[in-house]
């Protein structure tokens, strides 16, 4: 059911379409329902074969359920190890974000407030002194040009 597209070169009469596209996803879920309704017929059809059947016979339909129970203990069997297994996963990612996960965020933590601490001093011993001594450096020179000392 591969479908090749033509070439760039080809004619615009030979490239799909946006109406090509439509059919084709249109055709495509036709045949998913199609294929649907036909599951569900012979589901349907084969537990009423089974039920026909276990009807008939009391000794096979006995034979049969047994060996019902019996697959369904084991499945709860290994339901069981199957949750245990979970279990014993979930303790170990439990233990793996104590133990690992959450010193590195404190790490982390610890690390970003002593970077807002160096931000604080130097914003307080450097930046604002520097600060005040170019706007008192601008005022002199704009007091200079005043009184006519400077030249703009």
Avoid: W
Avoid at 14 to 23: G, L
Avoid at 91 to 100: Q, Y
Avoid at 120 to 128: A, C, I, P, S, T
């Amino acid at each position: 059911m591969a479908e090749t597209t033509p070439p760039p070169s080809a004619p615009p009469s030979a490239r799909p379409t946006a109406q090509d596209a439509d059919r084709e996803a249109e055709r495509r879920n036709r045949q998913t329902g199609i294929a649907v309704a036909v599951s569900a017929i012979l589901f349907v059809a084969l537990i009423a074969l089974a039920v026909f059947g276990l009807t008939r016979d009391a000794r096979v339909t006995e034979n049969i359920r047994d060996i019902f129970i019996i697959f369904l203990a084991l499945e709860s069997l290994i339901i069981g190890a199957a949750l245990i297994i979970l279990i014993i996963q979930l303790a170990s990612l439990i233990n793996l974000l104590n133990n690992e996960i959450k010193p590195i965020l404190d790490a982390t933590n610890e690390t970003i407030n002593t970077l807002r601490g160096t931000t604080e001093f130097l914003g307080q011993n450097l930046v604002e002194p520097v600060m005040k001594l170019n706007s008192y450096l601008a005022g002199l020179q704009r007091m200079l040009e005043l009184v006519g000392l400077k030249k703009k």
